[in-house]
C-alpha cells in the first residue's frame, strides 16, 4: 500500500520463448529455439504523465541450431514516458520509449497507443523504429486484450517493415496482479 500512496510501481516479469524457424526438411540440423527471460521495471505516474526505467530480456541464449552456440536475446535498457486519460467508459493510454540493446551497443525507440472500455477490453497498436544493427528490426503492430479481475489475457501480432525477420509473428500474453 505504500507503493500505491508514492504512486510508484514495480514490475517483474517471466517469460518462456519458444520460436520456430525451419521447414521439416531441416530436421537433421535446425530445431526450435527455446530462452527463458525476465524483465524488472519501475515506473513513477504523476498525475496522467508515467515515467518507466527499466531492463528486458535477461536471460539464457537462443539456439536454432542442434548443438549451435546460440544467441543473446534483445536485452535493453529502457526509458519511456507516456499520458493516460479517461473520458466516461474509455481510457486512452499513448506511451514513448528509448532502447538501449546491452549486447549490441545500437538504440532502438518505440511508440504505442491503447484505447481501454471500461478497464476490460483493450486495443493496442504499435510501431517499434530501430537500426540496420540492432538485434529487432523495424515492425508495427496490433493486439486486443481483455482483463477479468486479476489476470490479463493479451494477443498480438507483429508486422516487419522491410525484412522478413519476424514475419508471420503471433504473440499471447498472461500477467496476473495483485
Known amino acids: 500500500q505504500l ?5 510508484v510501481a514495480l514490475g517483474i516479469n517471466a517469460k518462456f520463448i519458444n520460436s520456430a524457424l525451419s521447414d521439416a526438411e531441416f530436421v537433421d540440423i535446425y530445431q526450435n529455439g527455446t530462452a527463458f527471460a525476465g524483465d524488472v521495471s519501475l515506473m513513477y505516474q504523476l498525475n496522467a ?6 531492463v528486458t530480456n535477461i536471460g539464457t541464449k537462443m ?5 549451435g552456440e546460440g544467441y543473446q536475446l534483445p536485452a535493453a535498457g529502457r526509458i519511456g514516458v507516456g499520458y493516460g486519460a479517461q473520458f466516461s467508459d ?8 528509448v532502447d538501449y540493446y546491452l549486447f549490441h551497443a545500437t538504440v532502438g525507440a518505440g511508440l504505442g497507443l491503447e484505447l481501454g472500455y471500461r478497464e476490460t477490453g483493450f486495443v493496442r497498436a504499435g ?12 515492425y508495427a503492430s ?11 489475457v493479451g ?6 517493415l522491410g525484412t522478413e525477420v519476424l514475419k508471420n509473428t503471433f504473440m499471447i500474453s498472461y500477467s496476473w496482479s495483485w
Request: hydrophobic share 45%.
Open 3 to 7: 507503493l500505491e500512496l508514492l504512486e
Open 49 to 54: 504523465l508515467q515515467f518507466s526505467a527499466g
Open 63 to 67: 539456439a536454432y541450431v542442434i548443438d
Open 90 to 97: 474509455f481510457t486512452l493510454n499513448a506511451a514513448a520509449e
Open 127 to 138: 510501431f517499434h523504429y530501430a537500426t540496420a544493427e540492432a538485434t529487432l528490426p523495424t
Open 142 to 152: 496490433a493486439g486486443l486484450g481483455c482483463k477479468f479481475g486479476q489476470h490479463n
Open 155 to 160: 494477443i498480438s501480432y507483429l508486422l516487419p
